[in-house]
């Protein structure tokens, strides 16, 4: 047999590691040095070399997309079909093995999953059972509550509340709670894992079966494994059978989420004659960006250390780029797209990179606008989220009260006493009279089957979109959203539904619409004037929702959040917002533990880059609707001086890399960028002008305009955002 495909293209300790005898391993290395290609060769040697039948194998990665690609490649190698392995998530296997033993595992055949919106649904049902208040035991909490428990592995049983009232009471309704999905025959996402594992330890022929099948097990990104799941493996595993797992300790990136670096520490003791192999050579990047990583990462402690080296050649610098705010920033990106476009290369080979998911607004908006096709991974676009489809539809109901989906979505959102009941009754008597909802509800004391409860509600909810409308109507764009999204307590209702992250991230979000409104009423199109500019914006969201985003395959911009990033590569990599606060996240700041968490994820960040990386923030951001004016990101000031190749000195001193140039005055700098007197410029706000003076230097330096319209200002030129024409 020629076995030479499978390890030609290997390294040496590429090819020990694929090759080791049927044992447990550990592969320890840094980006880019093959992990999970030496996984995928491991498999096809097993089967091909080992003649070990598919059957025996189990793989887990830590998504869908990877556990499809892996399959992939490994069929690659083989050239046939690997039918019996099992490849997948950990969610997706223990759901596999819950489907195939629902009755062992106490389950109805046809149970369903719970997803997370519908394990709220289902705990605030529990607690009305309860008779409890959402107010004081908030459902998001309660869900917390619970997750946090099932990856501990503890039933209702096995918590000890000390005495601790809330917790004797947070167990009660946990219990109540699985209880009700059992009933209902549901499971929520960290049940499934609970549930297989409780299977295979409780059900010894079970256990004895999936042993003597799996003799090799295989993870990749090890680091991000929590309790739960590492006790998965290591139940399925036994004594006799091996476990192959490879991981970064300087890529674990879901700390937050219960992931336990640990893992990776105590696997060899766990795991008995478990051969450990470092891989060292990388072969996704150039020297400097290699170099750059290496860098940055040597600023965490506690690592298990590694060395990581390229042959490559050492390629181009890295480029920084200041921008002047947000929209520069995405312009600059959109430009350098297009020349790599121009240079021959294709879409697909390019990522835009951010830490959260509300940067990609900005960049959706100028990419649609420069006709280049992108596509946003994981997080919804922009205008899809949950709560600005909310917020357009109270501004929507304001502008048309026929709008009953809209209706039908606010009604009794965020809760104000009209259930469902009520609502069906309108429906009714809306479709019997062909009247639409809001009309309906006008006439809905006519109905006569309402309380007067009901009834009451309903015309508060009337009067409260009217005075939306009545107040709104004078105002400037942004000012009518911001408005409507305060009257409709939006940002109140997700903070107290949705502690936390969550909250915040939706609240976030919110504010965000406020700064497109804001925006939008600044490029405003001159060829519909005649349209109220409400009415516009709202088009304009419902048109560029469904447009711009590619199918899969399409040769598209790919846009993600960092999170979603590991474990791909790309040859052009753009990272954007590195400011501090939103890069290290501001949650991060305070906590050591999770500054580094932010440093290794900007390292899988870097990481992803093959010929270039592009590094980008912005000197003022319009984010979450206000204005900010951040120092550049730490992690900029941590990379090697000499890698970096700065675009575009800035122009505001204090957000300066070096202490260098913090010193230089204003005005000599603001006269290479342009600004001198005589020059032409254009305010996003007055419109054009003439600059007739400059005086200050540093921060507070200053220009005089004088504007066609709005007459002579004075303007901080950092603030001012002048644009040169
Ligand atoms: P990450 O930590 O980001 O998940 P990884 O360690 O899993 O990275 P891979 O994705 O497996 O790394 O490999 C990185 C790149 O290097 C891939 O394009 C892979 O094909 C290539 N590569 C790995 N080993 C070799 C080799 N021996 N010869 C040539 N190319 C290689
Ligand atoms: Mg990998």
């Known amino acids: 047999m020629d076995i030479s495909p499978l390890i030609n293209d290997l390294n040496k300790p590429q090819r020990d590691a694929v090759g080791l005898p049927a044992q447990s391993a550990l592969i320890l290395a840094g980006a880019g040095s093959g992990k999970t290609r030496v996984l995928v060769h491991r498999i096809a040697w097993l089967i091909e070399v080992e003649q070990l039948s598919p059957f025996s194998i189990l793989a887990v990665t830590f998504t869908n997309k990877a556990a499809a690609e892996m399959r992939g490649r490994i069929q690659a190698l083989l050239g046939v079909p690997i039918g019996g392995a099992w490849v997948g998530t950990f969610h997706g296997l223990a759901h596999r093995l819950l489907r195939m033993h629902w009755r062992e595992a106490g389950l109805p055949q046809t149970f369903q999953i719970l997803d997370a919106e519908d394990q709220i649904r289902m705990i605030k049902r529990v607690l009305r059972a309860l008779e409890l208040d959402e107010a004081l035991w908030q459902p998001r909490q309660v869900a917390y509550f619970i997750n946090n428990a099932k990856d501990a592995g503890s039933r209702p049983q096995h918590i000890e509340d000390k005495g601790d009232f809330s917790i004797t009471q947070m167990t009660r309704i946990y219990a109540a709670y699985e209880e009700a999905c059992q009933r209902n025959g549901v499971v929520d996402f960290a049940e499934l894992l609970l549930r297989s594992l409780e299977l295979l330890r409780d059900n010894l022929e079970l256990q004895a079966h999936y042993r003597a099948r799996f003799r090799h097990i295989l993870v990749d990104e090890f680091q991000d494994t929590n309790a739960l799941q590492y006790a998965w493996l290591r139940l399925l595993a036994g004594e006799q059978n091996s476990v192959f797992a490879v991981g970064d300790d300087d890529q674990s990136i879901y700390g937050w989420r219960g992931a336990k670096i640990e893992n990776i ?7 008995k004659n478990c051969a450990v192999i470092r891989l060292e050579q990388n072969y996704r990047s150039t020297g400097n960006i290699l170099q750059a990583a290496n860098t940055l990462i040597a600023h965490n402690r506690g690592r298990m250390g590694k060395n990581l080296w390229t042959d490559d050649a050492e390629g181009e610098l890295i480029q920084l780029y200041a921008a002047y705010n947000e929209g520069d920033e995405a312009r ?19 990522a835009v990179l951010y830490r959260s998911n509300a940067q990609s607004r900005v960049f959706e908006s100028t990419f649609n606008e420069r006709r280049i096709p992108y596509r946003v991974y994981g997080g919804l676009r922009f205008f899809e989220r949950a709560e600005i489809k909310d917020a357009l539809a109270y501004l929507r109901l304001v502008t048309n009260r026929l709008d009953d989906a809209s209706f039908e979505r606010i009604v009794n959102h965020p809760p104000r006493g009209i259930g469902e009941r009520t609502v069906d009754a309108l429906r009714i008597y809306a479709r019997s009279t062909g009247k639409s909802l809001w009309e309906a509800a006008q006439e809905s004391e006519q109905l006569g089957e309402l309380s007067s409860r009901a009834t009451g509600a309903i015309k508060r909810f009337l009067q409260l979109i009217e005075l939306m409308g009545n107040d709104i109507a004078p105002l400037p764009l942004a000012e009518q959203v911001e408005i409507v999204i305060e009257l409709a307590a939006l940002k109140e209702h997700f903070k107290a539904k949705e502690p936390g992250e969550a909250g915040q991230a939706r609240t976030d979000n919110l504010d965000e619409l406020i700064t497109a409104a804001h ?36 040769d598209c911009v790919q846009m993600m959040t960092l999170h979603s990033a590991k474990g791909l590569e790309f040859p052009l990599v753009f990272l954007c917002g590195l400011e501090e606060g939103l890069f290290p996240h501001q949650m991060s700041a305070d906590d050591p533990a999770r500054l580094e968490e932010e440093r290794r994820l900007c390292y899988v960040g870097i990481t992803r880059a093959e010929r270039q990386l592009i590094l980008t923030y912005a000197e003022q951001r319009l984010l979450h609707g206000s204005t900010r004016f951040n120092p550049i990101s730490r992690f900029i000031r941590e990379l090697p001086e000499g890698l970096i190749h700065e675009v575009r000195p800035k122009v505001k001193a204090y957000a300066s890399r070096g202490v260098a140039t913090a010193s230089k005055s204003m005005l000599p700098q603001a006269a290479a960028e342009g600004y001198r007197v005589g020059q032409r410029v254009r305010h996003a706000k007055f419109g054009e002008g003439v600059i007739t003076n400059a005086e200050g230097s540093g921060q507070s330096a200053r220009v005089q305009v004088s504007f066609r319209k709005e007459g002579s200002k004075w303007l901080v030129l950092g603030y001012a955002n002048l644009e040169i024409i």
């Open 265 to 271: 520490r105590n696997f060899t003791q766990d795991f």
């Open 332 to 350: 600059y990106v959109a430009a350098q797209i297009e020349q790599w476009l121009a240079k021959g290369g294709t879409r697909s080979e390019i």
């Open 519 to 554: 925006s939008y009423s600044y490029v405003r199109q001159e060829d519909m004037p005649e349209m109220e500019p409400l009415s516009a914006f709202l088009a304009h969201a419902t048109l560029e929702a469904g447009e711009g985003q590619g199918e899969q395959g399409d």
